[in-house]
């Protein structure tokens, strides 16, 4: 099983992007789907998550209305939009997937995990 992170990069505060993550899972669609970040010294951070059919969705909450994510079921692939992108965001964004009946935050339900991919937000 592999969950392959990509999108992150350098943007300017105010900037968008898109994090991909990609799997290798045959039961994709019965995979709930989160993102998760972390910075040095600190612990990774529940950020959003999907459900495996994308009717289902949660936010950090101090990251609602920044956020979007969804899934293409067909491509194996999540996405994460993020916008109005400030120097708080900067970090390494990890996806994760699960199979549990409902979405969580915490990282230790998570059975499998992508390599990150580092979004810096600076002028």
């Known amino acids: 099983v592999q969950l392959q992170a990509s999108g992150g990069g350098l943007v300017r505060p105010g900037g968008s992007l898109r994090l991909s993550c990609a799997a290798s899972l045959r039961t994709f669609s019965l995979h709930n789907i989160a993102w998760f970040r972390q910075t040095p010294g600190k612990e990774r951070a529940f950020v959003a998550a999907?459900?495996?059919?994308?009717?289902?969705?949660s936010y950090a909450g101090s990251l609602k209305g920044r956020l979007t994510i969804s899934r293409d079921n067909a491509k194996s692939t999540v996405y994460l939009q993020m916008n109005s992108l400030e120097p708080e965001d900067t970090a390494i964004y990890y996806c994760a997937a699960d199979r549990s009946a409902r979405l969580h935050t915490d990282t230790r339900v998570y059975s499998y995990w992508g390599q990150g991919t580092l979004v810096t937000v600076s002028s």
């Open positions: 999907i459900s495996g059919n994308g009717d289902r969705t």
